[in-house]
């Protein structure tokens, strides 16, 4: 990955500012095709969180891409699920020798992806998403192109704020306003579920996840009962 052109830069803010004026969705789709050719990466994608407050695939600027957003969605593990619920960078520079996270290292290296770095995506502080770049060989991420990929998300961090004022978001803006009106009561359930079950924040996360689907109810619901009672209930 690659130091920003600033004339490509600008041309690509220009031509992002253009589209979100229209469609939303069409501007997040230009946003991951952009990325690719500013950070010389070999595809990039975005995720924002649902009402089960997991990662749901928005935008790819390839197949693989899609994969990867997809993989992680399904499976809630990798660094973009990891970037969401830390709220920093997740970086992995060789997903073959990577143990942390088994069920997407088979399905991402048939797709050629090898390395990724995962970005979260704010709203007003508050993670609602990631936006991720892949490269299909070994890599070792440095801070310059963390900080870098997190400029860039302000952008599209902007854009979202930009349309959800504009009432142009559409079903995107009802994702996002879920996230932003429950994140501390999941963000609280989770730390609850790590004291009580000394697991990382993600393992807690997942719990409470996989209860909210189980019963058919949304996160919040179900993070809000076990701040409540202590257990998480079977229904």
């Known amino acids: 990955m690659?130091?920003?052109?600033?004339?490509?830069?600008?041309?690509?803010?220009r031509r992002l500012g253009r589209t979100a004026e229209h469609d939303i969705v069409d501007a997040l789709e230009e946003a991951v095709k952009a990325c690719v050719a500013l950070f010389r990466v070999s595809g990039s994608g975005l995720m924002i969180a649902d009402d089960q407050n997991t990662l749901t695939y928005l935008a790819a600027s390839d197949g693989p891409s899609h994969v990867m957003e997809e993989v992680q969605s399904e499976t809630g593990e990798g660094?973009?699920?990891?970037a969401f619920v830390t709220n920093d960078y997740v970086t992995t520079d060789d997903l073959r020798s990577d143990t942390r996270w088994p069920s997407i290292t088979g399905p991402f290296t048939e797709q050629g992806i090898?390395?990724?770095?995962?970005?979260?995506?704010?709203?007003?502080?508050?993670?609602?998403?990631?936006?991720?770049?892949?490269?299909?060989?070994p890599?070792?991420?440095?801070?310059?192109?963390?900080?870098a990929l997190g400029r860039y998300s302000d952008v599209v961090e902007s854009m979202l704020?930009?349309?959800?004022?504009a009432h142009r978001a559409g079903e995107i803006a009802g994702q996002l306003q879920y996230a932003l009106d429950y994140r501390v009561v999941i963000e609280r359930?989770?730390?609850y579920l790590m004291a009580q079950r000394g697991v990382d924040s993600v393992a807690a996360f997942n719990v409470l996840r996989r209860s909210a689907r189980d019963q058919r109810?949304?996160?919040a619901e179900?993070?809000?009962?076990?701040?409540?009672?202590?257990?998480?209930?079977r229904r």
């Open 79 to 82: 660094p973009c699920v990891v």
């Open 2 to 13: 690659a130091n920003i052109d600033p004339d490509m830069l600008a041309g690509s803010l």
């Open 139 to 147: 890599h070792e991420w440095d801070d310059s192109e963390c900080d």
């Open 114 to 137: 090898i390395a990724v770095l995962g970005c979260p995506l704010r709203l007003g502080g508050v993670p609602v998403g990631t936006l991720d770049v892949y490269l299909d060989r």
């Open 161 to 165: 704020a930009a349309a959800m004022a």
């Open 189 to 191: 359930a989770v730390g």
């Open 217 to 219: 109810r949304k996160i």
């Open 222 to 233: 179900v993070a809000q009962e076990l701040l409540n009672t202590g257990t998480l209930s």
